[in-house]
Nanobody, 127 residues
Framework: QVQLVESGGGSVPAGGSLRLSCAAS????????MGWFRQAPGKEREGVSY???????LYPDSMAGRFTISRDKGKNSVYLQMNSLKPEDTAMYYC?????????????????????WGQGTQVTVSS
């Protein structure tokens, strides 16, 4: 079965950096778009970044320039490099996967668009 396992979370001071990893198994990685989401206590889960099968990356405006998503076909993994972290970045971070085909039209920020989710990794940024 499909499994997504996140790692790399932790506690850092404001201004610090973290690199999250998500290892995927049980799927043909090249067929899947990958997303990173986060959920802070009392808030809705929100999209952080997305990378297509071919490597096109998208971010919300609030995170562009600080976060960078990438994927490694050989390791069946997707990464999220987070720089200049702020206390408001504190949240549980999840990766998600969706099989896509050419011409597929969907909203990468929609939670319902992803059938597969990891268990999450906690990121805490102190002020």
């Amino acid at each position: 079965q499909v499994q997504l396992v996140e790692s790399g979370g932790g506690s850092v001071p404001a201004g610090g950096s973290l690199r999250l990893s998500c290892a995927a198994s049980g799927l043909r990685f090249d067929d899947y778009a990958m997303g990173w989401f986060r959920q802070a206590p009392g808030k809705e889960r929100e999209g952080v970044s997305y990378i297509s099968r071919l490597g096109t990356a998208l971010y919300p405006d609030s995170m562009a320039g600080r976060f960078t998503i990438s994927r490694d076909k050989g390791k069946n993994s997707v990464y999220l490099q987070m720089n200049s972290l702020k206390p408001e970045d504190t949240a549980m971070y999840y990766c998600a996967a969706r099989m896509t085909v050419h011409g597929d039209n969907w909203d990468w920020k929609s939670l319902n668009a992803y059938p597969y989710w990891g268990q999450g990794t906690q990121v805490t940024v102190s002020s």
